[in-house]
């Protein structure tokens, strides 16, 4: 049997055979499609989901400094004591070090672990609550508590206070962390 396609002729088993291939053709089409759509889906929904628990940990970051915050405000008045972890009296390493162990963050004693340990650095312009601030060749730290304020024990006869971030502490300031990401 003789079949006319387009102008060429073809033998009916040839004629099948391409009738065939065509079919095949949309089938695999339809397949990739479907499959390069479910991947896409698939992939939107991967981001969707590391875009949700990103979101999450910072969450779960903002509360923890939010609590870390309260903690060293509830200090303030406490004297400065050399090496004090409290509760009672703290070095400035002590304060920010108990702070955040009651919201739930273990940090290093000491100011220069404390930097070097916490990886999340922060620059001064990035600065949120419950950032801790370094000053002095890294030998002072303190906590950002917002409103361009932080709190601190500063040394030895003063107490526990709140400061405002003057241009002598943005000159001598080292770095910034945030603790708990």
């Known amino acids: 049997m003789t079949v006319t396609a387009g ?10 055979a391409a009738t065939t291939s065509d079919a095949a053709i949309t089938s695999a089409t339809t397949v990739q499609t479907i499959t390069t759509s479910s991947k896409s889906a698939k992939t939107a929904k991967a981001v969707k989901t590391a875009r949700s628990a990103k979101a ?24 400065y004591r050399y090496g004090g972890t409290g509760p009672g009296s703290f070095d400035c390493s002590g304060l920010v070090q108990y702070a955040w162990k009651k919201a739930g963050v273990r ?17 001064w312009k990035k600065l949120k609550p419950g950032d801790l601030m370094f000053f002095s060749g890294l030998g002072h730290v303190g906590m950002y508590v917002g409103k361009g304020k932080m709190i601190h024990s500063p040394r030895t006869g003063e107490r ?17 962390v945030r603790p708990g990401m």
């Open 107 to 123: 940090l290093p004693r000491v100011a220069s672990s404390q930097f070097a340990r916490t990886r999340t650095k922060v620059s």
């Open 56 to 79: 999450r940990k910072v969450a779960r970051q903002q509360a923890k400094a939010h609590r870390a915050v309260a903690v060293a405000k509830n200090q303030i008045g406490d004297p």
């Open 7 to 16: 102008g060429a002729i073809l033998h009916a088993p040839t004629a099948q």
């Open 160 to 176: 526990v206070r709140i400061d405002k971030l003057s241009g002598w502490r943005k000159s001598s300031f080292v770095g910034a």
